[in-house]
């Protein structure tokens, strides 16, 4: 089945540092999610991403998917503590809706 | 965007033992999703429930270990029979909210002892 890597794996800022965390597959995405979990939470969707280079902002957040459609990033800038949690990315599984996801990065943010 | 409750919110039960997981959407939905996520893990996809058909497992699932029902378009549960320590995970529901994005319920969180 489809596999995309996500990395780091973990991820330790103090507060306005940024942040950064990569997803990457061997085969081509028809699209790429990204989800946020906070600490006892369930993951929450943030965007997604359709086209080829597409990139897409939400206040301190910015996301790109590749070129090939084969890999993304989630970028924050200036990071806050709220913004503590894991970060998944996911994709569809080729003709299906099912969702296989990265294996997520864990920020956490210092004040 | 849709309301998912699930029941119980967490629990505790003995080896061997079997618990039912409820999930209830506030609105109808064709495409029902669970998942199961263990300690510091990403989420894997147990079965694809559709109301009116058999789930659909993925492979390393199978329906004797995890039976699920589907039985309308606002709800369906999922059984872990069975239990191990192993078995001890967050099991979250989804729904399809459209464009293959997923909306997740509360999640159940099951210990095993």
């Known amino acids: 089945g489809q596999q995309v890597m996500q990395i780091p794996q973990y991820q330790h800022v103090q507060e306005g540092e940024d942040f950064t965390t990569y997803c990457n597959s061997s085969?081509?995405?028809?699209?790429i999610q990204w989800y946020k979990q906070r600490p006892g939470g369930h993951p929450v969707f943030l965007i997604q991403?359709?086209?080829?280079?597409e990139v897409k902002k939400q206040k301190r957040l910015t996301f790109q998917f590749g070129e090939a459609k084969k890999n993304s990033s989630l970028h924050i800038s200036a990071t806050q503590t709220t913004a503590v949690g894991t970060y998944f990315c996911a994709s569809p599984d080729t003709g299906r809706r099912a969702l296989t996801f990265g294996s997520g990065t864990r920020l956490q943010v210092q004040p | 965007s849709a309301v998912i409750s699930q029941k119980p919110s967490r629990d505790i039960c003995q080896r061997g033992t079997s618990l039912t997981i409820q999930c209830q959407v506030d609105s109808q939905v064709t495409m029902m999703f669970w998942y199961r996520q263990q300690p510091g893990q990403s989420l894997t996809l147990i079965a694809t429930?559709?109301?009116?058909?058999?789930?659909?497992?993925e492979s390393g699932f199978v329906i004797d270990k995890f039976p699920i029902s589907r039985p309308n378009l606002t709800f369906s549960t999922l059984t872990v029979s069975n239990m191990s320590p192993e078995d001890s995970s967050i099991y979250l529901c989804?729904?399809?909210?459209?464009?293959?994005?997923?909306?997740f319920g509360p999640g159940t969180r099951l210990t095993v002892l």
């Open positions: 989804s729904v399809d909210a459209g464009a293959d994005t997923q909306y």
């Open positions: 991403l359709v086209k080829s280079g």
């Open positions: 429930a559709n109301q009116g058909s058999e789930a659909t497992y």
């Open positions: 085969t081509t995405l028809s699209n």
